[in-house]
């Protein structure tokens, strides 16, 4: 299945691309899209798809459009 990904902040630098369109196969979770991107899951992030935030453990589905951010803090 095809997802694309986009990152945002420091991802862009860290893994070299903004956005990027991923063969993946049936099943595969949010944690494992991570993995595979090479994002440390131990760094705190917030994930979305198609506009919407979920969750490490949920099923990524054909055509999603997947957000990875950094958490951001500041005022």
Do not use: H
């Not at 760094?43 to 990524?60: F, K, Q, S, T």
């Amino acid at each position: 299945m095809k997802v694309t990904v986009r990152l945002i902040g420091g991802f862009v630098y860290t893994l070299g691309f903004r956005e990027r369109e991923l063969e993946l196969p049936p099943g595969t979770t949010v944690a494992q899209l991570l993995d595979a991107i090479a994002i440390d899951r131990t760094r705190p992030v917030i994930v979305g798809r198609n506009g919407w935030a979920i969750d490490l453990v949920e099923e990524l589905c054909e055509g999603d459009r997947i957000l990875v951010s950094p958490v951001f803090s500041g005022g």
